[in-house]
């Protein structure tokens, strides 16, 4: 049965990140690095399907908390590289709620172990 359903998603995202640069010679912002990481997100999804009459809010909040290592140049004068990888912990929780806001229940948490890697690219100035 198909019914016009429309979602909407809001949320916000921080986090803090401090690198120790390695070596005799380690200057910010090149080299290797060890980074402690930490992480906080917040979103709520709402989906509605109107010919249903059912509303359903989606509550979701993550906590990660990293130790990274990686390896960070700069290109020329200004263009930035880091490439990085780690472990750590996730602390994730979502919410399901119904439209008068009764509680639906929890999902399930998952791992709480976590594995990161990834790849900036920026512009220093």
Request: charged share 15%; glycine share 10%.
């Amino acid at each position: 049965v198909y019914t016009q359903t429309s979602i909407r998603s809001q949320g916000r995202r921080y986090q803090v990140q401090y690198k120790h640069y390695l070596g005799a010679a380690a200057s910010a912002p090149q080299g290797w690095y060890l980074s402690p990481h930490f992480s906080y997100s917040a979103v709520n999804y709402v989906f509605r399907l109107k010919d249903f009459d059912a509303l359903v809010t989606l509550k979701a909040t993550n906590r990660n908390y990293n130790l990274l290592v990686g390896y960070q140049r700069v290109l020329g004068r200004h263009f930035v590289f880091d490439l990085f990888s780690g472990l750590g912990y996730r602390d994730k929780t979502t919410r399901a709620f119904g439209k008068a806001g009764n509680d639906l229940g929890t999902f399930p948490r998952g791992t709480a172990l976590k594995l990161s890697s990834g790849l900036n690219l920026g512009w220093a100035f």
